[in-house]
């Protein structure tokens, strides 16, 4: 889940609305469905192999616990050992325990939004940085939306304006 956040920059909204069945194994991509959208797009997104290959291995476990492929990917429920007979559907207040305790361990805030927030500042950190394809990823509607993701990395920053001075000399 985490690599998922970390590697997409999809919502948590989205997170929860992956279902089994949204894998595109052939393309390698990940479907995001309309209702999990906060735009109420659905749209597919790339997913690089480290990501792909952890799903396809959740995948496999998924299946010899017999999960229909309508159900949740990400979901705790799949794993416990308790002799519930319905299925039950992670939420937002699951989701959010858990990066309350991940936060509190690791000593710093910690949650689905601040990936995407990470990932698209890394993202322009790149020398082959595209804002358009950052925009496309996290599923944005308007460029400005973007940029108000990405933080200002002073030491870049920094080394721009000597390079151009230096330049002047």
């Known amino acids: 889940m985490i690599k998922v956040l970390q590697y997409t920059g999809i919502r948590r909204n ?20 309309e209702e999990g959208s906060k735009t109420h797009n659905e749209r597919e997104i790339p997913l690089i192999d480290d990501v792909f290959q952890d799903i396809v291995e959740l995948k496999k476990q ?22 519930c007979d319905f299925y039950k559907e992670m939420n ?19 949650s689905p939004h601040r990936f ?3 990932l698209a ?11 358009t394809l950052v925009k496309e990823l996290l599923g944005h509607s308007s460029l400005s939306t973007t940029l108000e993701y ?19 000399k």
């Open 121 to 131: 500042t890394n993202l322009m950190k790149h020398p082959d940085r595209n804002v």
């Open 92 to 110: 937002f207040d699951r989701i959010d325990a858990f990066f309350q305790r991940l936060s509190k361990v690791c000593n710093v805030k910690v």
């Open 116 to 118: 995407r927030h990470t």
């Open 150 to 168: 990405i933080v200002t990395d002073h030491d870049q920053l920094r080394s721009c304006l000597d390079e151009h001075f230096n330049q002047l």
């Open 62 to 83: 998924l299946k010899m616990l017999n999960k229909k492929p309508t159900m949740q990917l990400f979901n705790i429920y799949h794993f416990k050992n308790d002799k």
């Open 14 to 33: 989205q997170l929860l609305h992956i279902r089994i069945c949204d894998i595109n194994d052939k393309d390698k991509k990940l479907f995001l469905r």
